[in-house]
């Protein structure tokens, strides 16, 4: 069974950072594009950054370029997203993806999902 499971959410105040991680068991996904998305409350699930299977190409999100990480170490099958300068908008729930294709332009359609992880950001 495949899981993938973020971890590192939490309330911070605007300007703080906070690292996600996502850890996948049930496969490896060494071989594949991995991401995050996020929800906030009454929007639609929104693509926030995604990178190649070696780590060699990244992609974000225009809101997110600058300010957000995304990295992975292959050998603990684990994902990142390092998120500094946040800011209220970027209260959401944040998950982690894995698989799929990466269609370019911030389109990407991952086969597995996570269960998300709360990240609040008050003013």
């Known amino acids: 069974q495949v899981q993938l499971v973020e971890s590192g959410g939490g309330l911070v105040q605007a300007g703080d950072s906070l690292r996600l991680s996502c850890a996948a068991s049930g496969r490896t996904f060494n071989s594949d594009t991995m991401g995050w998305f996020r929800q906030g409350p009454g929007k639609e699930r929104e693509f926030v950054a995604a990178i190649s299977w070696s780590g060699g190409s990244t992609y974000y999100a225009d809101s997110e370029q600058g300010r957000f990480t995304i990295s992975r170490d292959n050998a603990k099958n684990t994902v990142y997203l390092q998120m500094n300068g946040l800011q209220p908008e970027d209260s959401a729930i944040y998950y982690c993806?894995?698989?799929?294709?990466?269609?370019?332009?911030?389109?990407?359609?991952?086969?597995?999902w996570g269960q998300g992880t709360q990240v609040t950001v008050s003013s």
């Open positions: 993806a894995g698989g799929g294709t990466y269609y370019g332009a911030s389109k990407y359609g991952p086969a597995f």
